[in-house]
């Protein structure tokens, strides 16, 4: 099983960016697709993003074109630069890994069996 520790949340103003990390503890990282969630108060999780562990990405309707989804297998971390960010992005955000899925990722997570425990994004309109 991948331990995961996300960090880099914040506030900041729409328009504005930030870069999310995640890092991952465990031996299957450089071998496995891994995503990112969110979930807003009220609201169900949501996919934002995944890459696969040769570099293919998937995006979400709503970030594709802002939010870029990167790995460095070398350190075992995998990124999310938020670009162009909007009050609606505000949520906590998660890292996903522990695929047992093939191919594209299914939307709910089912797929993924570890997860982070989180980090804030806050964006002010």
């Known amino acids: 099983q991948v331990q995961l520790v996300e960090s880099g949340g914040g506030l900041v103003q729409a328009g504005g960016s930030l870069r999310l990390s995640c890092a991952a503890f465990g031996r299957t990282f450089s071998s496995s697709t891994m995503g990112w969630f969110r979930q807003a108060p009220g609201k169900e999780r949501e996919f934002v993003a995944a890459?696969?562990?040769?570099?293919?990405?998937y995006y979400s309707d709503s970030v594709k074109g802002r939010f870029t989804i990167s790995r460095d297998n070398a350190k075992n971390t995998m990124y999310l630069q938020m670009n162009s960010l909007k009050p609606e992005d505000t949520a906590v955000y998660y890292c996903?890994?522990?695929?047992?899925?093939?191919?594209?990722?299914?939307?709910?997570?089912?797929?993924?069996?570890?997860w982070g425990q989180g980090t804030q994004v806050t964006v002010s309109s």
């Open positions: 890459i696969s562990w040769s570099g293919g990405t």
């Open positions: 996903a890994g522990g695929f047992t899925g093939w191919g594209t990722p299914r939307p709910d997570g089912a797929d993924f069996g570890s």
